[in-house]
């Protein structure tokens, strides 16, 4: 189990160390020199020696190989360095912008956690099998809507037509719910298609035969003896869809009008702020890093035949 535990934090940290290794290379390759599109506007009325001391003070000369060691350093000292545009340091906006983000993805997840239970469930219950293939073609259709469109749509509906949410000054909550339901649809897609293929498929065991021999109804089957089971698997797709949460909060901060970490990269993006840029790649990598960790150590604890080595070798 400690081997266990040390290689998946061994793992956890390549891929850190490799996400901010590509991102600081695909950064640098970007074409244009942001300080001097900054700097060298005319409304600021600096000097040629003035602009040089700014770029000796971030840096921008040295070497790629000096700024990488440089910034690495920095990284792990938990200093993410000067935002070029704001001029204050990225730590102060992301304690800003960061809380608003993981609140948004934290309710989102629940959501869609939620949804996809009631779609398997709802499925598996269902009484007609016309019934069960319409709830199970549910989830290709959320998958195949795009996120922009579903924030638009949902916006139209539910504030525009039918005014239940308010979009002009609405309350810390209020604000949250079209976003969140914009997170939760195509998240609780992959998750619902998982859970009615592992019910189906654990429907078969031969220890839900012998239950339902017993006398076991169908609810209670499916509740008691079923639903343990299929849970378990969906871990793992639900660790790798914390990534595409992150992604797709950026586009839904976008349309609403949030402040979050989406707002603040469209406007790094827009200007060229490395730093922010780089810090929001290593911050998402982290999220996502930690949440896949929790999920490999979690797995031994749910499941008990992964604690000895037969189990884990099988």
Same mark, same amino acid.
């Given at each position: 189990?400690?081997?266990?535990?040390?290689?998946?934090?061994?793992?956890?940290?390549?891929?850190?160390?490799?996400?901010?290794?590509?991102?600081?290379?695909?950064?640098?390759a970007m074409p244009g020199d942001a300080v001097l599109?900054?700097?060298?506007?005319?409304?600021?009325?600096?000097?040629a020696d003035q602009v040089a001391e700014i770029r000796?003070?971030?840096?921008?000369?040295?070497?790629?190989?000096?700024?990488?060691?440089?910034?690495?350093?920095?990284?792990?000292?938990?200093?993410?360095?000067?935002? %070029?545009?704001?001029? +204050?340091?990225?730590? =102060?906006? &992301?304690? #800003?912008?960061?809380?608003?983000?993981?609140?948004?993805?934290? *309710?989102?997840?629940?959501?869609?956690?939620?949804?996809?239970?009631?779609?398997?469930?709802?499925?598996?219950?269902?009484?007609?099998?016309?019934?069960?293939?319409?709830?199970?073609?549910?989830?290709?259709?959320?998958?195949?809507?795009?996120?922009?469109?579903?924030?638009?749509?949902?916006?139209?509906?539910?504030?525009?037509?039918?005014?239940?949410?308010?979009?002009?000054?609405?309350?810390?909550?209020?604000?949250?719910?079209?976003?969140?339901?914009?997170?939760?649809?195509?998240?609780?897609?992959?998750?619902?298609?998982?859970?009615?293929?592992?019910?189906?498929?654990?429907?078969?065991?031969?220890?839900?035969?012998?239950?339902?021999?017993?006398?076991?109804?169908?609810?209670?089957? %499916?509740?008691?003896? +079923?639903?343990?089971? =299929?849970? &378990?698997? #969906?871990?793992?797709?639900?660790?790798?869809?914390?990534?595409? *949460?992150?992604?797709?909060?950026?586009?839904?901060?976008?349309?609403?009008?949030?402040?979050?970490?989406?707002?603040?990269?469209?406007?790094?993006?827009?200007?060229?702020?490395?730093?922010?840029?780089?810090?929001?790649?290593?911050?998402?990598?982290?999220?996502?890093?930690?949440?896949?960790?929790?999920?490999?150590?979690?797995?031994?604890?749910?499941?008990?035949?992964?604690?000895?080595?037969?189990?884990?070798?099988?």
């Amino acid at each position: 189990m400690t081997q266990y535990v040390i290689g998946r934090i061994g793992q956890a940290l390549l891929v850190l160390w490799a996400a901010f290794t590509l991102s600081f290379i695909l950064l640098q390759a970007m074409p244009g020199d942001a300080v001097l599109i900054k700097f060298l506007n005319p409304e600021f009325g600096l000097s040629a020696d003035q602009v040089a001391e700014i770029r000796a003070a971030y840096a921008v000369d040295s070497s790629v190989i000096v700024q990488y060691g440089h910034t690495l350093v920095n990284f792990l000292q938990g200093d993410f360095g000067y935002s %070029l545009q704001a001029g +204050v340091p990225v730590s =102060a906006q &992301l304690a #800003t912008n960061l809380p608003p983000t993981l609140k948004l993805a934290g *309710l989102g997840f629940l959501a869609a956690t939620l949804l996809a239970v009631f779609i398997a469930f709802l499925s598996s219950m269902a009484p007609f099998a016309w019934l069960r293939n319409a709830i199970q073609s549910l989830p290709s259709l959320f998958i195949s809507v795009p996120v922009f469109w579903l924030a638009i749509m949902l916006i139209q509906i539910f504030s525009f037509r039918f005014r239940l949410v308010s979009v002009i000054n609405p309350g810390p909550w209020e604000s949250l719910v079209l976003p969140v339901a914009t997170l939760a649809v195509p998240i609780a897609a992959p998750l619902a298609q998982i859970l009615i293929r592992n019910i189906d498929e654990i429907r078969t065991r031969p220890f839900v035969a012998v239950a339902r021999a017993k006398g076991a109804s169908e609810t209670r089957l %499916l509740w008691r003896h +079923v639903a343990r089971n =299929a849970i &378990l698997p #969906t871990l793992t797709i639900a660790g790798v869809l914390f990534g595409e *949460l992150i992604a797709g909060a950026v586009v839904t901060e976008t349309v609403f009008g949030l402040n979050g970490i989406g707002g603040l990269t469209e406007k790094a993006v827009g200007n060229q702020d490395l730093s922010v840029l780089q810090a929001v790649v290593v911050i998402s990598a982290a999220a996502f890093v930690t949440i896949n960790l929790a999920v490999d150590l979690a797995y031994p604890l749910l499941d008990p035949r992964l604690r000895t080595g037969q189990g884990a070798a099988a």
